[in-house]
């Protein structure tokens, strides 16, 4: 069985003080790989990293969104007024309240956001949690097919079949388990390659849900955070994390990555990822700024 292999190194004083091992696999346009590491045809979790999918799912059925609220449904935000706002206008549009969504309370996913939040003593709420968007989308897709809404979240409702559906479509697999994500959405597990390649199609074929988050990179994470800078440096690119260091990005022709992190590190999980942009062509000067959010975190991986 193929494992995972040594990807970043963490540097002090030129010694190497800790190694995160990890799997990453790089798919041209026409979906053929064209670099391969580690463990990219086991099933695994790709948690949040999936949410273009699911969103992508919930346009195939009919959802139609402004770009920033369709970037929001593809999100995981950081718990700013705009996402806050942002998931009560798509509930409002459809006319629910905060009451129907089923995700837990939690609060802001930024620091600085959660800290004012504190302050003020507010407690977590459902808005804040940062996959808000992804409910408040599909309840309003199950109020528009006419569906149930309190039982949204069941793998059996047609909302979540679409998804294994639309999973199993731009994957090009069947997913190999389901399980519940952190939100209490189903979790569906699939191949690294299998992500990568629905990255690609989602970013190239499957343009309208890469269309908002590009427009928007706000709304796909949140002001401090890596991915909507990625956005942002990169024209047409379209990128997206998930917890326990997960990674897809795509370029606007198809080309796409996908990258686990072996022990879930997210301070590895930036690193690897500019090394494989680089590889894929991107200039190394637009992603520099990028580089300096941990100098201590090198990339000594070599076999590209």
């Not at 540097?11 to 590491?37: C, K, M, N, Q, T």
């Not at 294994?164 to 519940?180: F, I, M, N, Q, W």
């Not at 928007?216 to 997206?240: F, Q, Y």
């Not at 959010?293 to 991986?301: H, M, N």
Request: proline share 6%; charged share 20%.
């Amino acid at each position: 069985m193929t494992q995972h292999v040594p990807l970043v190194h963490v540097l002090r004083d030129g010694r190497v003080e800790s190694v995160h091992y990890g799997s990453i696999v790089v798919l041209s346009p026409d979906g053929s790989v064209r670099f391969a590491a580690g463990e990219v045809d086991q099933p695994f979790y790709p948690r949040s990293a999936m949410k273009p999918v699911q969103a992508s799912a919930l346009v195939e059925l009919g959802l139609r969104l402004p770009a920033d609220l369709l970037a929001l449904a593809a999100a995981s935000h950081s718990g700013e007024d705009v996402h806050l706002d942002g998931a009560r206008r798509i509930l409002a549009q459809a006319g629910l309240s905060v009451a129907d969504l089923r995700n837990p309370p939690e609060l802001p996913y930024d620091e600085a956001v959660r800290r004012t939040w504190l302050e003020q003593g507010r407690a977590p709420s459902q808005l804040a949690q940062n996959c808000s968007g992804k409910h408040a989308a599909m309840l309003a897709t199950a109020r528009q097919h006419g569906w149930s809404l309190e039982d949204y979240l069941d793998p059996r409702h047609p909302v979540q079949q679409a998804v294994a559906a639309e999973v199993k479509r731009l994957c090009g697999e069947p997913p190999a388990h389901v399980a519940t994500d952190g939100c209490g959405a189903p979790l569906f597990a699939v191949s690294l390659r299998g992500l990568a390649h629905a990255a690609g199609r989602i970013a190239s074929a499957e343009g309208e849900v890469a269309a908002a988050m590009r427009a928007h990179p706000e709304m796909v994470a949140g002001s401090a955070r890596d991915v909507t800078a990625l956005m942002r440096a990169v024209p047409g690119l379209m990128a997206k994390d998930g917890f326990e260091g997960v990674q897809i990005a795509a370029l606007a022709d198809g080309t796409a990555l996908a990258i686990k992190i072996a022990d879930g590190s997210d301070r590895a999980r930036l690193p690897i990822t500019l090394a494989a942009l680089e590889f894929c062509g991107v200039d190394t000067e637009s992603l520099a700024p990028l580089r300096v959010r941990d100098t201590r975190a090198a990339v000594t991986f070599d076999a590209w």
